[in-house]
Nanobody, 114 residues
Framework: QVQLVESGGGLVQSGGSLRLSCTAS????????MGWYRQAPGKGRDLVAQ?????LTNYEASVKGRFTISRDSAKVDLQMHSLKPEDTAVYYC??????????WGQGTQVTVSS
């Protein structure tokens, strides 16, 4: 069984910073990619940032230059700067294995006040 445990969400004022962390545990095939998705109320779950096993990163356009994703083995962090109210959402950690399995964390709330 695979578990992804997230931490670091919370309430912050517009322009502030937060750092999200996620650690995977359990038995799984080699990691192909890890990333962060978010889901705002009434909306779908969208990619925020992803890092491949080769270290290649991919960011959603609105967070480029403000968010930085980093990965070390089965741990992935998301450093968020210059936060905006529209960044408010539940953020989910994702792990994709080389076998094509996808696992999700339980989600952590990020709220940015104006």
């Amino acid at each position: 069984q695979v578990q992804l445990v997230e931490s670091g969400g919370g309430l912050v004022q517009s322009g502030g910073s937060l750092r999200l962390s996620c650690t995977a545990s359990g038995t799984f095939f080699n990691v192909n990619a890890m990333g962060w998705y978010r889901q705002a109320p009434g909306k779908g779950r969208d990619l925020v940032a992803q890092v491949s096993r080769e270290g290649l990163t991919n960011y959603e356009a609105s967070v480029k230059g403000r968010f930085t994703i980093s990965r070390d083995s089965a741990k992935v962090d998301l450093q968020m700067h210059s936060l905006k109210p529209e960044d408010t959402a539940v953020y989910y950690c994702m792990l994709l294995t080389t076998a094509g399995e996808r696992f999700w964390g339980q989600g952590t709330q990020v709220t940015v006040s104006s």
